[in-house]
Every structure is written in C-alpha cells, then in structure tokens.
C-alpha cells in the first residue's frame, strides 16, 4: 500500500470506530482479518496512524475546526507528525487509493490555526471533565503535563540482575537502537518510530533466557523506591501478572521470603512462567480460593507490603490513548473504594518498624496524596517516609530524581514530563516500632 492509501484506510478505520462506538484495538484486529492482502508493514503504519489520531484527538479537531474522521487525521499530521500543509496535500492528492484533496478551508486551517488560544483539555488532550483533577495536580502545567502523556512512549526493559548484568544486554541489544535509562540502573530503552512496530522484543535470546523483562522505567523505580532487601519478608499484595513482583525479587537476590497474591486468580495466572524464566526461586505465589484469605497466617510480620493498587492508569494514557477517551467518572469512584481496601489490608500485615509502598500509575491526587492522608487518618500508627529520603534508594540519582518529580508531604510523582517514564506516584509508609 503506498502512504496515500494508509492514510485513506486509517480515516475509513477512525469512521468505523466513531460509529460502531468499539475499542480501537478491536477495530484494528477486524480490519487485519478482512484485509488480509495488506502487509506487516502496512498493518503497523496503518495502526501507528490510529494511535496518533487517538492521541491527539480533541488538539487536531480543534485547530481543523471541524471534528471528523478526517480532519482529526489532517490535524494530527500536522500536530504529531509535524508535517507542512504542502506535504499533507501531496498525500490527500485524490489519486485511486488516495484521500480527497485538500478543500480551500482546510488548507488555510492547516496553515494558520495553532493551539494558542485553546483550553488546557484541548491543548492537552484529555476528557474535559477530568481538568478539576488534573489542575489540582498540576496546576497551570496541566496542559503540557497532559500534551506529554499523550505522546510516543518508548519501549523499555529491566535487566534481571539475577541472570545478567546491564552492560552485556546493552550490547547484545545494539541492533536495536538500545540505550540506558536515565534513572534505573538496571533500564534499557529502545526508542521507537511512528510506526510503533515492535521490535520482537519476545523472540530476542536475552528474553528467552530471562535476562530481561519489558518494564517502564517508572515501574522499574516505584519497584526500587520500596527498598525490598535480601533476608525480608516482603508482600506483593496486587501482584498481577508480576511486573513489579519480579523486580523486587532480583532486589532481593534470592534471600527471604517474598509472597505475591492479587485478589484476582485470572490476573495472576501469567506469574508462574514468568518467575519461572527469571529465575526466582523464593517466591511464594498464593492463589484465592473460594472466599478464604490468602495472607490468614500472616500477622503483624512483614517488613514490606508492596501495594501495585488497581487505579485508573491515567499515568499509561501514552501506551494506550484510547482508554483515556474511553474513561468515565464511574471508574475513578470504583478505584478510590479498591483502593482503601487494599491499603486496609496491608495495615495489619506490617511488622512495627515495617513498611508500605503504596504505588499507583495515576496522577490523579484523589488516588494519590488522597489516599494517603485518609489512610493515616484510619491507621494513626503509620507515618509517611518523607519523599526525599524515599529517593535515597537510588543512590547517587536520588537528588537529581527527587527535584525533577512532583513531590508531596506524601509522596513523590513521576510524569513523562518530568520524568520521561510512565506517571507514577509512590509513597512509603512506616509503622510505627
Ligand atoms: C496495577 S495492577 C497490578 C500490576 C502488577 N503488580 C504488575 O506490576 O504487573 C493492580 C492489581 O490489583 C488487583 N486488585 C484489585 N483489588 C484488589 C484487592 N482488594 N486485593 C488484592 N488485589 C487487588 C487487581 O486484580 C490487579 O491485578
């Protein structure tokens, strides 16, 4: 397919979405089964120009004036992709396969309009309804917080300290472009195109052999920031399908006792083979049955409960644009309620002296400082670990780290403006010895 024709079946894919109102994701994988003549290459293009178009949905409509399939794809040309309205009109030139040319007005609107003048959930492409949350987050920043959540997120990966060490993997990665993270001593990262196309992360030998795992490097650091060490006893108590639960393993080095559960068997299923790859010979996977409790002969013992909670995922909306359009006040309220009862949970299961680390991938304050405070309001024997000393678990990064996240009495916020990772918040709580 050339480019021309893409761009036409990536708008005739955005008209379908709108109208039959289904997940992009969905939309993509029907349009693959009924095209099946088009290539991996055209798939990915295709599918990377959706992407783009999610994420900058409201920002492309509005300097097009006009909110349709194809003025949102115009706009975002010019918005994400950062071409000239000449190259636009060579693509949309009306040829067999091609989009209809360029009107009169929608030359002049690719050539004058800007974002200037637009409100903040326009210029940063969120729901309008969520501006009171992202406001009290960050204020005037709100919409270049926003603009930076909405672009390209780069694939990165965590090096299993338990089977590798970071410089080998780098250079058995160099055909792929890959580089250290910034912060994570341990994060590889691999920048990728507008085309998104997965680098067959999957069927790399360092992958097979469990020397590596695909992890934000925000991730990477919420899972150093709770300073697991050898010889604890740690909880992971929303373990999933063990993300963070691998990562404090290698911290861990194989010494003590780590126990990972999640209310939800179905999530935990994936947990096996992938500690299994890794290596970890010291984790206890406790699977619910039935209405029993998993953690019933736990009392008062452990050093670290590690809280991944269930939360809105605001801080991914740059690997997945359409869940953020898709997103509804009802599931905030949902999350805020989760979101006490795990915390309640962890409470009696922390020795005195031990820890919590409350994490979340949300930057929304109710999930976030809110939670926290009613927290410690609930559970006066805890105290919050202050930010910066939290940060100390990185080392010689941790000032640097510490100035360039959003800090709280309560804890510290990752954004991909900030911090160029996912947005996530982490707060360590002590109970008191
Ligand atoms: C953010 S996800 C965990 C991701 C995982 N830790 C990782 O790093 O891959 C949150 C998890 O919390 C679990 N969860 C929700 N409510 C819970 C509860 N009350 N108790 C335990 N787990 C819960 C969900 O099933 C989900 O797997």
Redesign the pocket.
Known sequence: MTPAARLSAAIELIETIDAQRIPAAKALKEWGTAHRYAGSGDRAAISGLIWDVLRRRASSAWIMEEDTPRARTLGMLKLERGMNVDDIAALCDGGRFAPEPLSERERAALTTRSLIDAPAHIAGDYPEWLDPYLAQAFGDDRAAEAAAMASRAPLDLRVNSLKAKREKVLSSLKHLGAQPTPWSPLGLRIELGADARNPGIHAEEDFIKGAIEV?DEG?QLAALLSAAKPGEQVI??????????L?IAAMMQGKGRLIA????KR??APIHERLSRAGVHNADVRTPKGEGDTLSDIRASADLV?I????T?TGTWRRNPDAKWRMRPGALEVRLK?QI??LD?AAPLIKPGGRIAYI??SVLPPENAGQVRAFIGRHPEFAVVPPAQVATALWDKAEEFTAATLQSPEGLLMTPRRTGTDGFFVSVLRRQA
């Open positions: 992890q991730s992971d108590l929303c373990a999933g399908a063990g993300g963070k639960t990562a559960t999640d209310h939800d999530q935990l590690l991944d909670a269930p939360c995922g989760d009862e795990v949970r979340t991938c």
